[in-house]
């Protein structure tokens, strides 16, 4: 039972590249969360999921798109990355009567 | 605005001594609080929660205190533990929301032997 696996942990990207990030859980959880932690501003929600094939957008969401093709998969996109983008992501998912099981995070960096 | 505010960002305490971390809130819709932990180079852990219905829930050396009143809620640890040296993250829910966490800041406790 991995929990919640984030891929990949380190990514460094020039502006405007774009990429994937991967989060996937075996919990069989509906909701699934994307985090970002910048210094001195703690966890602020991207974009959420409830469900499969359904996306909806958190606090900070330009810049981010989302899909939840499958349950266990959710996966955050950049298009065209900028140096503000640079933080660590943090991939959350929950069950029925459960707390938030978090992934370890993919620590990205634009220069 | 900061909904969530978590006003110390360090506090250091003695092993076997208590830690009180405090966290305080604007939103008087926010129902249900959470404490996280969080390692270097991990994500955050869930520790321990609490309903506003409730003012105290304990766990083992984990208590947390909520005064509505004063929209203000406290992490006890005792006894502190050198292993309990992390970032902590006050966490709080709107009821109904899809459990959209909305943090604070974070306090790094250190733990001394």
């Known amino acids: 039972n991995a929990g919640v696996t984030q891929t990949p942990k380190f990514r460094v990207l020039k502006t405007g590249q774009s990429m994937t990030l991967l989060c996937a859980q075996d919990?069989?959880?509906?909701?699934m969360y994307w985090y970002r932690q910048d210094p001195g501003m703690g966890l602020r929600l991207i974009h959420y999921?409830?469900?499969?094939?359904?996306?909806a957008k958190g606090e900070v969401p330009d810049g981010y798109n989302v899909s939840r093709l499958k349950k266990q998969n959710f996966l955050l996109g950049l298009e065209s990355a900028a140096p503000s983008q640079t933080s660590v992501y943090f991939c959350a998912s929950k069950g029925v009567g459960s707390p938030l099981h978090f992934g370890n995070g993919t620590r990205l960096t634009v220069t | 605005d900061q909904q969530v505010k978590q006003n110390s960002p360090s506090l250091s305490v003695q092993e076997g001594r208590i830690s009180i971390l405090n966290c305080d809130y604007t939103n008087s819709m926010f129902d249900y609080f959470l404490w996280y932990k969080k390692y270097p180079a991990e994500g955050p852990t869930f520790l321990i929660s609490i309903s506003s219905i409730k003012d105290k829930n304990e766990d083992g050396r984990f208590t947390v205190f909520l005064n509505k009143s004063a929209k203000h809620l406290s992490l006890h640890i005792v006894p502190s533990q050198p292993g309990d040296s992390a970032v902590y993250f006050c966490a709080a829910i709107i009821g109904g929301s899809n459990y959209k966490l909305t943090f604070g800041k974070g306090t790094l406790l250190t733990v001394n032997p």
């Open positions: 999921s409830v469900g499969e094939g359904t996306t």
């Open positions: 919990m069989n959880h509906e909701y």
